[in-house]
């Protein structure tokens, strides 16, 4: 299973269109740093049994952390601050991070693996599909239409 997170833009104190380098890569790794330390604190209170942070070799294909849960869950984050100048992300663009390609590798690399897209801003459009994935009846049907 993988999922999308948006958070809220005003929460986390930063604009959405971000010019590439420099301020954006700041603001990216503060938005990764402010993630990263909500994992830890679930860590703490003993919510998950481990995080790891830029996992090498496989399991940091595509992801910035990587946690095992309490009931034995593995689940992969990746985090983008911002989608360039866009204010919103389009299946073609996380197409274009290989987010797809990265998701369904570390999904099917386990049981109990799971993969979660972390950004502050909106992918109506994949939720949307999404929507329409899970509210037909058979799956067969709905990758042929």
């Known amino acids: 299973m993988w ?3 948006p958070e809220s833009v005003e929460k986390e104190g930063f ?14 790794n503060q938005y990764e740093n402010r993630f990263l330390a909500k994992l830890l604190i679930r860590l703490v209170e003993e919510q998950l049994i481990s995080v790891i942070v830029e996992p090498l070799g496989e399991d940091g294909d ?13 689940i992969f984050y990746q ?4 989608n360039g100048a866009k204010d919103k992300w389009s299946p073609s663009d996380l197409n ?10 570390h ?17 109506d459009s994949l939720d949307d599909l999404c929507d329409r ?3 037909n009846n058979r799956a067969k049907d709905f990758v042929n239409i």
């Open 3 to 5: 999922c999308f997170y």
């Open 15 to 28: 604009s959405v269109s971000l010019e590439k380098g420099g301020r954006a890569d700041k603001i990216g």
């Open 62 to 74: 595509g992801v910035e952390y990587v946690v095992e849960t309490a009931s034995g869950n593995r």
């Open 79 to 82: 985090c983008k601050a911002s």
């Open 96 to 105: 274009g991070l290989r987010i797809y390609e990265h998701a369904q590798k």
């Open 107 to 123: 999904v099917l690399s386990g049981t109990n693996n799971y993969y979660h897209f972390i950004s502050p801003i909106p992918y």
């Open 133 to 135: 994935a899970r509210t």
